[in-house]
């Protein structure tokens, strides 16, 4: 069994930058391809970036490409998402997730999930 647990959100303006963090439990953390998903207020989850388990293959949403980075620390059992160059439509709650691969396969789904922290810019 592998937890979750978000930090890192905040208040932030439009333009500004934040590092996510998402550390987990077990030691099987690092066989696991990861992710970051969102979701804003009245609308669905969406993908926003992931990482294979060695950190050599990374994927990104669109609206995120070029702003947003995935790295991860497997010694410190933790993933992170450093955003730049925030919008006002990147206000969202932001979720740690983790699938049962060494890639990340979207049509897999993910395995674990954690409860999130939200993330506000202001314009």
């Known amino acids: 069994q592998v937890q979750l647990v978000e930090s890192g959100g905040g208040l932030v303006q439009a333009g500004g930058s934040l590092r996510l963090s998402c550390a987990a439990s077990g030691r099987i953390f690092s066989m696991y391809a990861m992710g970051w998903f969102r979701q804003a207020p009245g609308k669905e989850r969406e993908f926003v970036a992931a990482?294979?388990?060695?950190?050599?293959?990374?994927y990104y949403a669109d609206s995120v490409k070029g702003r947003f980075t995935i790295s991860r620390d497997n010694a410190k059992n933790t993933v992170y998402l450093q955003m730049n160059s925030l919008k006002p439509e990147d206000t969202a709650v932001y979720y740690c997730a983790g699938q049962r691969s060494r890639d990340y396969y979207p049509r897999n789904g993910m395995d674990y999930w954690g409860k999130g922290t939200l993330v506000t810019v202001s314009s």
């Open positions: 990482i294979s388990w060695s950190g050599g293959s990374t």
